[in-house]
């Protein structure tokens, strides 16, 4: 070997990327798992779904696009309309009590209060309650031949024959929504409880320095420390209620006369008949409430930040 | 301590699994397997679905191939096997109601079955007439796409004799409106009521779109493309059944039972009459021998026009996408499973109707009185869907449930009766267009 040989310095290989580049390249694949994913079991069923709802697919069959045909014919069904306004009533009601339970039951819990933690863990039976064994027992009870709401009110004389709680137009969707509410509200109670705990306890300390009373330190303390978690726990709940199908199915069935026929169950006698795309429209149709819905709490939590 | 170059190529190496699983994928799941796969229907007794199971088991191991039965609530039938049919996972062969077999088979999912049908069929002394006429229907367009092994859907009405007896009715109603006439004159609300009889949106509710043909009402012309809700008959058969409902003859709930609502009305003693094919036998049988006592068992009765008593079938299917090997074995086992010793053994512990001759001689039939209802509907009933053109807009019809959400429209919502038909004949009409312009 020369002398040249050995005092000629090594070629180094450049590197095929920079620091820089690097660090992107690995950015991106350590997402890409987790994108795949999503694409696979988020995107694909959405965009399919919305695709399939311009189609007269049916079970098992190919299916040709029809436009808006599906849509067409869901709006004109008396059905339809029904289902529009009792979704509305539905979801409105169940959130507006959960939200005032809720909240009105986590500022209880957070206080010094006797067996407090048991209180926190009672709470939360009616949610790890299977919803099938809560519906039914719901129904159960609202039932006029031997329910045990009849029986109170006619043994305490309060009513002098039976009340038809399911099966009148007048109550059967109030007693849907009594039922969403025992079976959902623990989990607006626990997240709510978990953000006023977040709370810092120096500033109703300092609010009732400043001479506030317990309202004014709930609004002006408490209600702003856990916005956030209302406008999220509102959202995700909302949409859990509007596609909440077991309650009604076991109870009412959408009836009587369609006055508990909600989306879902709309959705579900469309595939009774394997009409797949019929029954995608269904759901697609609740998209853009839902949409407008986040967008708005996503404006929110937007304006905090 | 993970390097850089770890993290890289661990990630690069998931990303390049998920894409060859999202490509794969769809092959890997309709791979087949060697196991031959089994859905049966699952029905009120124990006792007959563990025989069923025990008898294919017996076959896999005759033939020595590995079985798998899965026994499904018959409720649940169309949600599965819909959910199997899009994911390409659809058992080899499987109980099917005659209703979602005729959907199936219009959109080329079940494989025709005619010399099958034929050879069992012939080999226990024939088909009854109402098996073979639904079997044989034109939808099918010539072909026959299972093989029954037992008549279905046939309600029995149940009676509390002990009741009505002692109101003076020894006898069972002839006709709905003499139900009406007993029910009214024995019933003592809020104790017990007289026609526990579905008004909701579940299958039993569909009995009133029997009591509506009874009255010489129709769903659709002879065509079964022009829905005929808006007439005469219609009116005349709301008129009366919404006077029973506002003369508070009907259990309160009925317009929102469930399935088993008016079984639990019946059970309970809240009910006069209800209609039902057989569980409710059975269960008293086994629980409540006194209430077993103090009933008595029926036809359905009849309209002003004609008497109705709609006889089903269920049916063993084999699926387009079963292997021809595995096609060949579901055709020896739909023989195996229509043997008659097996299938008397079967009928009497589960709550159908015979399908063929030979089974028409089972003890049980002259044995059980429901199940002598049951042998009475199969031989003089009315295939399905009678007067009216059994077809895929009528089977919409009545998984809509149109008929009892126009009488809920009537005796809840206090819609005129003309109304009432008007909004229900044009829901009606919008299904069979859907059909008609395919």
């Known amino acids: 070997m020369s002398q040249d040989a050995l005092t000629r310095p090594q070629a180094v290989r450049e590197p095929r990327f920079n620091m820089r580049q690097a660090d992107s390249i690995l950015g991106y694949l350590l997402v890409a798992p987790l994108v795949i994913c999503i694409l696979m079991l988020v995107v694909y069923p959405f965009v399919f779904a919305i695709w399939i709802s311009f189609t007269d697919r049916v079970i098992g069959g190919g299916g040709n696009f029809i436009g808006l045909a599906n849509y067409a014919y869901l709006f004109q069904q008396n059905s339809f309309q029904q289902t529009v306004r009792n979704t509305i009533v539905l979801v409105f009601a169940v959130q507006t009590i959960k939200l005032i339970v809720g909240l009105g039951l986590a500022v209880l819990l957070n206080q010094e209060i006797r067996f407090r933690q048991f209180w926190r863990g009672l709470i939360l039976l009616p949610w790890a309650m299977p919803g099938f064994v809560a519906f039914i027992t719901w129904k159960l009870l609202y039932a006029p031949q031997g329910g045990a709401f009849n029986y109170i009110l006619i043994n305490l004389g309060l009513v002098s024959s039976h009340v038809d ?82 309650a009604i199915f076991l109870m009412t069935q959408g009836g009587p006369s369609n006055a508990t026929m909600t989306f879902p169950m709309l959705s579900y006698f469309s595939l009774q008949s394997l009409r797949i795309g019929e029954g995608a429209a269904v759901g697609v149709a609740m998209l853009p409430v839902f949409s407008a819905l986040a967008f708005v709490v996503a404006v929110l939590l937007q304006r905090d930040e | 301590m993970h390097t850089r170059k770890f993290l890289f190529k661990s990630s690069f190496r998931l990303t390049i699994l998920l894409l060859a699983m999202l490509v794969l994928l769809p092959n890997i799941v309709v791979a087949q397997s060697d196991t031959f796969t089994y859905w049966g229907g699952l029905i009120f007794s124990d006792e007959a679905n563990s025989m069923f199971e025990a008898r294919i088991k017996e076959w896999g191991e005759m033939k020595g191939i590995p079985v798998e039965v899965v026994m499904i609530n018959q409720n649940e039938t169309v949600q599965r096997v819909s959910a199997a049919i899009e994911a390409g996972t659809l058992p080899d062969a499987l109980d099917l109601g005659w209703g979602f077999m005729l959907l199936l088979s219009q959109n080329d999912q079940l494989v025709a079955l005619n010399d099958l049908y034929t050879e069992i069929g012939d080999a226990h002394g024939g088909w009854l007439d109402s098996i073979n006429s639904l079997m044989t229907s034109d939808e099918f367009g010539g072909s026959i796409y299972g093989v029954p092994y037992a008549a279905s859907g046939m309600n029995v009405l149940y009676r509390r004799y002990d009741v009505l007896s002692a109101a003076g009715f020894e006898d069972a109603p002839a006709t709905w409106e003499e139900a009406a006439d007993q029910s ?3 019933q003592s609300p809020p104790e017990t009521y007289g026609m526990g009889f579905a008004l909701s949106n579940v299958g039993d509710g569909n009995l009133t779109t029997v009591m509506l043909q009874s009255w010489g009402g129709r769903i659709a012309d002879d065509t079964g493309t022009t829905c005929t809700i808006d007439s005469d008959e219609t009116r005349a058969f709301l008129e009366w059944i919404t006077t029973a409902f506002s003369d508070g003859l009907f259990p309160p709930g009925a317009t929102t039972w469930d399935g088993a609502g008016d079984n639990t009305a019946y059970q309970a003693g809240n009910a ?45 299917s084999i699926p387009t996408t079963t292997s021809p090997d595995k096609q060949a074995l579901a055709a020896d086992l739909f023989q195996f499973l229509a043997d008659d010793e097996f299938m008397a053994a079967y009928m009497n512990a589960a709550i159908y109707g015979p399908a063929m001759q030979s089974q028409v001689d089972f003890p049980v039939f002259t044995e059980s009185p429901v199940h002598v209802g049951l042998l009475d509907g199969a031989l003089n009933g009315t295939p399905a869907g009678f007067p009216d053109v059994n077809n895929a807009a009528y089977a919409e019809y009545g998984t809509n449930f149109l008929t009892p959400r126009m009488i809920q429209r009537i005796a809840v919502d206090g819609i005129s009766i003309d109304d009432a038909i008007a909004e229900t004949q044009q829901a009606c009409q919008d299904i069979y267009d859907k059909y008609n312009t395919q």
């Open chain 1, 165 to 246: 709680f399911l099966s009148t137009r007048e109550l059967a969707l109030p007693s849907v929504v009594v039922a969403l509410v025992w079976r959902g509200f623990p989990f607006w109670v626990i997240s709510f409880l978990a953000a006023l705990q977040t709370v810092p306890r120096e500033l109703y300390e300092a609010a009732a320095l400043d001479g506030a009373n317990a309202w004014q330190r709930f609004r002006n303390v408490s209600l702003p420390g856990i916005r956030h978690v209302v406008l999220v726990v509102v959202l995700v709940s909302t949409i859990w209620t509007t596609n909440s199908f077991e």
């Open chain 2, 184 to 186: 009214r004159a024995a």
């Open chain 2, 272 to 316: 006069l009459f209800i209609a039902n094919p057989g569980s409710v036998y059975l269960n008293m049988k086994d629980n409540d021998p006194e209430l077993l006592e103090a009933s008595r068992f029926s036809g359905l009765p009849g309209g002003p026009v004609m008497r109705l008593v709609p006889v089903d079938t269920v049916i063993r």
